[in-house]
């Protein structure tokens, strides 16, 4: 044990296992990255019959984890131990209605206990007054416990025993339009003008969408103030760090799409027949497996990335991360976009030649700020896991 920070062996002394505490971080890590694509992929969806079904798998899967993790966390602060399976199985079961009412309540309880209420508090208040939360909580609850299975069941002849899982759905849509005018307005002007109608179904989505982020953003700020134990301090912020990556990525800052990894498979794929440089990327013959080559490529270069700040800043930085090293090689690797990537796609030095190159530029530094970002953040999960392994 010599040599470790006394601070972060009292984090550990909680009553977990090695072993347990490593499960918590790849748990709450599957939450955390459902709800994300799950947001997203809301978000982004147009159409709601095509993109109801893989939307509420994930949220419904996501939400139902989350809960779990942070009751399990309040729990393991009380009484120095996880929640058994027969309490998750018997008590929790999939009733996503239960436990986020009992985790508001719990939280409501514990809120004094905040290291800064004022963080915390306005979370809080504003969920409780959202109209459209609890519409949302029983769609997931719906979908979850019975409805990712409704109509196969029918098909073997079950009766159904509650409303389908777009039932639950069109009545937040319902509360959404009573909480907004604007939506209400525009419902109407899409009967008579087709046109309107996925910009009235966008608005549904994002005002859904808020209202799961809205929940996400208590969670994760109670985690951080301390109100799910020690331990759910580090949870909350990888919550947070990563809710902040995922927010960024759906505003699109200047409403300018995200480069399609498609595109940079086409672009490298195109290298083997000696063309390195394209009018426009989008306009050249289409590569077989571009899609999957080019998401390849992209985790490759953030990875190689990764090993660059190791290799200036050693492992020492490593078993203690700050965030500026982090910080240094995230807007610093801009160049490579900048000077390589898009003059090679037809964007032009630094997007000079797209539509709006100041917007791009601003964009690109907030793509590579959030990856600094996310360096320091799974710097700090695998010093933990490093910590862990010295126990």
Same mark, same amino acid.
């Given at each position: 044990?010599?040599?470790?920070? =006394?601070?972060?062996?009292?984090v550990? /002394? ?12 790849r748990?709450s890590? #599957?939450?955390?990255?459902l709800?994300?694509?799950?947001? +997203?992929?809301?978000?982004? #969806?147009?159409?709601h019959?095509?993109?109801?079904d ?9 939400v ?12 393991? /602060?009380?009484?120095? %131990? ?6 998750? *199985? ?10 986020? +009412?009992?985790? *508001?309540?719990?939280?409501?309880i514990?809120?004094?206990r ?7 508090d ?8 959202? =109209? @459209?939360?609890?519409? &949302? @909580? ?9 409805? $990712? ?7 073997a002849?079950?009766?159904? @025993?509650?409303d ?17 005018? %604007?939506?209400?307005r525009?419902?109407?002007?899409? &009967?008579h ?30 985690g951080k ?20 990556v ?12 995200g ?6 498979? $086409? ?20 590569? +077989?497996? %571009? ?12 990875i ?24 240094? @090689?995230?807007?610093g ?19 000079? +030649?797209t =539509? ?36």
């Open positions: 044990m010599s040599g470790l920070n =006394p601070g972060a062996r009292r550990l /002394d909680d009553g977990l296992t090695q072993h347990q505490g490593i499960l918590l971080i748990e890590d #599957s939450a955390k990255h709800l994300a694509y799950g947001l +997203r992929a809301l978000r982004l #969806s147009a159409f019959d095509t993109t109801r893989p939307v509420l798998s994930m949220l419904s899967i996501g139902e984890k989350l809960l779990k993790v942070s009751l399990g966390l309040i729990h393991l /602060d009380e009484h120095r %131990e996880w929640p058994t399976q027969k309490t998750f *199985r018997t008590v929790y079961r999939h009733d996503i209605v239960t436990m986020e +009412r009992l985790l *508001r309540d719990r939280l409501r514990r809120a004094t905040a290291t800064h209420p004022r963080y915390f306005p979370l809080l208040a504003s969920l409780d007054a959202d =109209p @459209v939360w609890r519409p &949302i @909580v029983e769609a997931l609850h719906r979908y979850g416990d019975q409805g $990712r299975f409704y109509y196969l069941d029918a098909l002849g079950a009766t159904p @025993v509650d389908s899982p777009e039932v639950y759905w069109d009545k937040v849509d319902a509360a959404a339009r009573d909480a907004d005018p %604007e939506l209400e525009l419902f109407h002007a899409s &009967i003008d087709y046109a309107l109608h996925d910009v009235f179904m966008t608005g549904l989505n994002k005002a859904a969408a808020d209202s799961l982020q809205q929940w996400w953003s208590m969670i994760a700020m109670a103030q301390g109100l799910m134990g020690a331990r759910g301090v580090l949870i909350g912020a990888g919550a947070a760090a990563l809710m902040d995922w927010a960024l990525s759906a505003r699109r800052a200047f409403n300018i799409q480069l399609d990894y498609a595109l940079l498979g $086409r672009w490298i794929g195109h290298f083997r027949r000696g063309r390195f440089f394209h009018e426009r990327i989008a306009s050249s013959s289409v590569i +077989r497996g %571009e899609r999957p080559l080019g998401w390849v490529a992209h985790y490759a270069i953030g190689a990335f990764a090993f660059l700040l190791l290799l200036v800043w050693g492992l020492d930085w490593a078993r203690s991360p700050t965030i500026w090293p982090a910080m240094v @090689v995230g807007l690797t801009i160049v490579a976009p900048w000077f390589v990537l898009q003059p090679g796609m037809g964007a032009g030095i630094a997007a000079a +030649r =539509p709006n190159p100041g917007a791009a530029r601003l964009r690109n530094l907030a793509t590579h700020t959030v990856y600094g970002i996310g360096l320091f953040v799974s710097a700090v999960a695998l010093s933990i896991l490093w910590v862990y392994q010295r126990v």
